[in-house]
């Protein structure tokens, strides 16, 4: 069966840290580009980063590049969002999506994780 799972969501403050991690069950992460993906209550789903295969090149939206750093475990199955530096406009679900390159999302869709930043 094939299956993605987010998890590390959490509530944190401002200027704190989490990872998300994307973990795959039933096929190989390494053999698609895997994206993050958020929505945030009222606003329509928007690209994070996405980590292409072959040669792993990473993308990041404008709005995270410096703070958010996508990275692969292959040995894990596993996809990581290393957020740092959050703000309350990160506030969103998060989730993870399989695809055959970056900038697609008709793939492999996790249920999301919850990640709250306020005081």
């Known amino acids: 069966q094939v299956q993605l799972v987010e998890s590390g969501g959490g509530l944190v403050q401002p200027g704190g840290s989490l990872r998300l991690s994307c973990a795959a069950s039933?096929?190989?992460?390494?053999?698609?580009?895997i994206g993050w993906f958020r929505q945030a209550p009222g606003k329509e789903r928007e690209g994070v980063a996405c980590i292409s295969t072959g040669d792993g090149s990473t993308h990041y939206a404008d709005s995270v590049k410096g703070r958010f750093t996508i990275s692969r475990d292959s040995a894990k199955n596993t996809v990581y969002l290393q957020m740092n530096s959050l703000k309350p406009e990160d506030t969103a679900v998060y989730y993870c999506?399989?695809?055959?390159?970056?900038?697609?999302?008709?793939?492999?869709w996790g249920q999301g994780t919850q990640v709250t930043v306020s005081s």
């Open positions: 039933g096929f190989t992460l390494d053999d698609y580009a």
């Open positions: 999506e399989a695809d055959i390159m970056c900038g697609l999302d008709g793939g492999y």
